[in-house]
T-cell receptor, first 113, second 112 residues
Framework: SQQGEEDPQALSIQEGENATMNCSYK?????LQWYRQNSGRGLVHLIL?????REKHSGRLRVTLDTSKKSSSLLITASRAADTASYFC?????????????FGTGTRLLVSP | ETGVTQTPRHLVMGMTNKKSLKCEQH?????MYWYKQSAKKPLELMFV???????ENNSVPSRFSPECPNSSHLFLHLHTLQPEDSALYLC???????????FGPGTRLTVL
């Protein structure tokens, strides 16, 4: 299976609720990034957490990283309909000085008004 | 908008056609990438260019031919494609090879 796997594959919530997505990976990483993709569009970088960090915040986003369990979670608080999108984790592997991002299959989030 | 543009946004081509996808960034980034996104599959890295030099070719079939004439432009030349090559092709750039990537909106390619 691929390096990054998101869970759940799909999530449906109401506006105002929190959304939690999880990512698991298999090998050692340099950092882990979360991206968002609106339907049929490009990916937008949300947040990066380095391997020596455990938690990071950005606005309504909170990311945790547990390197012992090789897992990360993305929490979106007080969700809005505009948060509807697919969310991907990407693990950054170092390979001869080049950072290779390996993406998972994503979590599709639907936020209903 | 991320500052990375891609043209065309949609492309329909026959298996015998030759076409090119274009990516442009004026963010001053040195690294540029081509990815393929197929339905229900993870994003696949195809090519990486750093300072105009190709540094990664992820076992991509020769019917896909990248070109990077300068640090701001990246092309993907397509010829004799197969229907299974239909996908969203995404270009990205980053300040250096070890940094966050900025994605373009993608080209939706359909091969008939």
């Amino acid at each position: 299976s691929q390096q990054g796997e998101e869970d759940p594959q799909a999530l449906s919530i109401q506006e105002g609720e929190n959304a939690t997505m999880n990512c698991s990976y298999k090998t050692s990483i340099n950092n882990l990034q979360w991206y968002r993709q609106n339907s049929g569009r490009g990916l937008v970088h949300l947040i990066l957490i380095r391997s020596n960090e455990r938690e990071k915040h950005s606005g309504r986003l909170r990311v945790t990283l547990d390197t012992s369990k090789k897992s990360s979670s993305l929490l979106i608080t007080a969700s809005r309909a505009a948060d509807t999108a697919s969310y991907f984790c990407a693990t950054a592997l170092m390979n001869t000085g080049f950072q290779k991002l390996v993406f998972g299959t994503g979590t599709r989030l639907l936020v209903s008004p | 908008e991320t500052g990375v543009t891609q043209t065309p946004r949609h492309l329909v081509m026959g298996m015998t056609n030759k076409k090119s996808l274009k990516c442009e960034q004026h963010l001053g980034h040195n690294a540029m990438y081509w990815y393929k996104q197929s339905a229900k599959k993870p994003l696949e890295l195809m090519f990486v260019y750093n300072f105009k030099e190709q540094t990664e070719n992820n076992s991509v079939p020769s019917r896909f031919s990248p070109e990077c004439p300068n640090s701001s432009h990246l092309f993907l030349h397509l010829h004799t494609l197969q229907p299974e090559d239909s996908a969203l092709y995404l270009c990205a750039s980053s300040p250096e090879r070890t940094d966050t990537q900025y994605f373009g909106p993608g080209t939706r390619l359909t091969v008939l």
